[in-house]
């Protein structure tokens, strides 16, 4: 059973990954959705710089609950938004049942929740 539960938890933590953030931007630029490309990209570089700055974050954390806000701001469905804030959670806990520092892992939701606003104010700019 625990081995199941391990690899459950590496897959969801799978989802803040950075090949699986970019699948998401690659395919909405085949889709030609500029204003979610640009809010995915100024999300990502945001994430990236605030790396240095705010130490020992959980990235998978951060760049997870960028994809589930910008992708729930896309559908603008709720049971997307719900079943997306889902998956959000079990990836926390997931974070946490592999042996992730709770500090880590909030640090990672601070990077994540700036990230998204820098994302989300920042395009408006753009467009």
Do not use: C
């Amino acid at each position: 059973m625990k081995k199941w539960l391990k690899e459950v938890a590496r897959d969801l933590l799978a989802f803040g990954s950075i090949p699986f953030y970019f699948l998401v931007v690659i395919r909405a630029i085949i889709g030609k959705h500029n204003v979610f490309v640009y809010q995915m990209i100024i999300a990502a570089a945001v994430v990236f710089i605030l790396d240095f700055i705010i130490k020992d974050s959980d990235m998978h954390v951060a760049r997870a609950l960028v994809a589930v806000f910008f992708t729930s701001l896309f559908y603008k469905e709720a049971i997307f938004t719900f079943f997306a804030a889902v998956v959000l959670a079990l990836l926390l806990v997931s974070a946490y049942y592999v042996k992730r520092k709770i500090g880590s892992i909030i640090r990672g939701i601070i990077v994540g929740a700036i990230s998204s606003a820098a994302g989300h104010y920042l395009t408006q700019y753009l467009i």
